[in-house]
C-alpha cells in the first residue's frame, strides 16, 4: 500500500519500459477502455449498458508496442469520452511529447476539439470500415485491444477484486511489471 500510495509500482515500470529500448518520452500511443466485473466487496461501482456489466471500467493509454503510459480506473457507468478526460488530466511527465493518439469511434465528437484546444496531441479516429462484417484488424487500435489480453493473463485482474480504484490501478502496473521482467529474463 505504501508503495501504491507513493508512486514506486508506477515508478519501477517506467524504468522497465525503458529497458526494453522504449524513449523516455513517446511520440504516439492508442487509448481504450475495458469494463470488468467486480466482486462483492465494497467500493465504488457502476453499470456499462452497452456491454451490460456492473463493475468498473480500465482507461488504458499504451505506446505502439502495448506497454501502458497512463491508467485511470473509473466506475464502469463513466462514459469513455469522459473516462479519457480524466486520464488525459493527469498524464505523467514522460507523456509531454505526445503528438499522436489512437481512439476508436466511441471518443469522436466533443472530446477531439477538448484534447485539440489543451494538448499538443491529435486524437486520431480509426473508425471500422462499414462494408465488412464481422472481426476486422484496424489499423493501430489492435495494440491497446492486445494490452487488455495481456492483462487478463493475470488473474487477479480477471475480475476487480480491489476496494479502492487506486488499488485497481497498481495491480495493472504490477501485472505490465510481471510481463516486462519476464521478456527481460
Not at 508506477?10 to 529497458?19: G, I, P, T, Y
Not at 451490460?52 to 480500465?58: E, N, V
Not at 478526460?85 to 472530446?111: A, E, F
Request: aromatic letters at 8%; one cysteine or more; hydrophobic letters at 40%.
Amino acid at each position: 500500500n505504501r508503495w501504491r500510495r507513493d508512486g514506486t509500482w508506477q515508478r519501477l515500470h517506467d524504468r522497465l519500459r525503458q529497458r526494453h529500448g522504449r524513449h523516455k518520452h513517446p511520440s504516439a500511443g492508442c487509448l481504450d477502455s475495458q469494463s470488468v466485473k467486480i466482486t462483492a466487496i465494497p467500493g465504488e461501482r457502476g453499470y456499462d449498458a452497452c456491454k451490460k456489466i456492473k463493475g468498473r471500467k480500465r482507461h488504458l493509454l499504451v505506446d505502439t508496442l502495448g506497454l501502458v503510459l497512463a491508467v485511470v480506473v473509473t466506475a464502469a457507468s463513466v462514459q469513455d469520452r469522459d473516462g479519457a478526460r480524466q486520464l488525459l488530466r493527469h498524464l505523467p511527465g514522460h507523456c509531454k511529447k505526445l503528438r499522436t493518439i489512437w481512439v476508436d469511434g466511441g471518443y469522436s465528437g466533443r472530446l477531439v476539439d477538448w484534447v485539440a484546444q489543451r494538448f499538443r496531441f491529435v486524437l486520431t479516429v480509426v473508425l471500422r470500415p462499414k462494408e465488412r462484417r464481422g472481426f476486422v484488424l484496424l489499423p493501430r487500435r489492435w495494440v491497446v485491444e492486445q494490452t487488455f489480453g495481456w492483462l487478463n493473463h493475470s488473474r487477479r485482474l480477471s475480475k476487480d477484486y480491489e476496494r479502492l480504484m487506486s488499488s485497481s490501478e497498481a495491480w495493472i502496473y504490477l501485472a505490465m511489471i510481471r510481463l516486462m521482467a519476464n521478456r527481460l529474463v
